[in-house]
């Protein structure tokens, strides 16, 4: 049976239209879901009682459940059990703007970045669309806040569940759904060039966040096992296609490992490969784990290489460390509780 916060508008109007029913049908199931919030079919109160029997048969209404909760200044992270027993983590961060959540789109990760505590479990199976959508719905349950901006930063390779992540995108963003406007929508990817390509064609306007954390491929197969299917050159080649046809900037996350990818060579290298690109790079403060030998570069490596990145006219940015003490913080998420 299909969730029925896995259906896109377009679909539900599709299939009121197959049982010889008006496709407006679709906006009150929606008004209802997202805007009243209202989970249970029976209280669709503006549908007849035959049609809610007839919902009720071809859709499931059951959701994920929160497993553990921790809260920390100006961060929250959630553990959600899925149906089938596996645990995703989300996390929503306050800032001045307004509240964002990271969600994840799988249970594990085979992208297998060394640096990462989220791929140290492979992936089990990818997230419905269903699955991605009720991470936002609990935590704006339980926070009792409205979700401003959601990023794909979770657990997982987004693109790597394409048509569920695309069908999530869809959901959120409708304006009788969540109504996520698409420029505060942020899709990460390691670097999966072929499904680049196929978001480009799309036009979401969503954000694009690119993981390169190394400016030379010797360095970036170390760390990112992805580069060996699709090199720097590939991928950077890629970039300037996506952006000529989005005309939308890319976000390129750089996490500053200490003595590894913070050293002076590569801040120059950096600059060399993105000169002329519509980008900015967000240093990413490393995140430390128990279980990962990385260490963090210390304040004065990541200003020298903030520096030396805008000396060469290359935008940038260090990002705002949160969640770090209930190890909510990039890259330290997991998909069970160890």
């Not at 049976?1 to 009121?16: A, D, H, S």
């Not at 048509?163 to 969540?178: P, Q, S, T």
């Amino acid at each position: 049976m299909k969730n029925i916060y896995g259906q896109t508008f377009l679909e539900l109007e599709n299939y009121f239209e197959s049982i010889m029913e008006k496709k407006y049908k679709a906006v009150q199931v929606y008004e209802w879901l997202y805007q009243k919030k209202v989970t249970n079919i029976d209280d669709f109160s503006n549908i007849r009682k035959d049609l809610r029997e007839r919902l009720k048969l071809d859709f499931s209404t059951s959701m994920i459940s929160l497993k553990k909760r921790q809260v920390a200044p100006l961060t929250e992270k959630y553990l959600f059990a899925l149906e089938d027993g596996e645990c995703v983590e989300s996390v929503l961060m306050r800032h001045d703007y307004g509240i964002s959540v990271c969600i994840s789109t799988q249970v594990g990760c085979n992208m297998g970045c060394a640096f990462c505590e989220s791929g140290r479990l492979k992936k089990v199976r990818n997230l419905k669309s269903h699955e991605m959508v009720e991470q936002i719905l609990l935590i704006e349950k339980l926070s009792l806040k409205r979700i401003n901006s959601v990023v794909l930063m979770g657990i997982g390779e987004p693109l790597d569940n394409f048509d569920e992540v695309v069908k999530f995108i869809n959901i959120i963003n409708h304006a009788k759904g969540l109504a996520i406007g698409a420029r505060h929508i942020t899709v990460s990817t390691c670097g999966l060039v072929p499904k680049i390509k196929a978001l480009s064609s799309l036009n979401l306007q969503v954000n694009l966040a690119i993981s390169l954390h190394a400016p030379f491929d010797s360095l970036r197969n170390r760390l990112m096992p992805v580069n060996k299917m699709y090199s720097l050159t590939e991928l950077l080649a890629c970039l300037r296609e996506y952006i000529e046809v989005t005309h939308r900037r890319v976000t390129i996350e750089y996490v500053m490992l200490n003595m590894v990818n913070d050293t002076q060579e590569c801040a120059l290298e950096l600059a060399k490969i993105l000169r002329g690109m519509n980008v900015y790079v967000n240093l990413i403060p490393y995140n430390e784990t128990n279980h990962i030998e990385f260490k963090k570069s210390s304040k004065n490596r990541i200003m020298a290489f903030y520096d030396l990145l805008k000396k060469e006219h290359i935008n940038v940015t260090i990002r705002k460390e949160f969640g770090s003490s209930i190890s909510a913080a990039c890259g330290q998420l997991r998909s069970k509780e160890v």
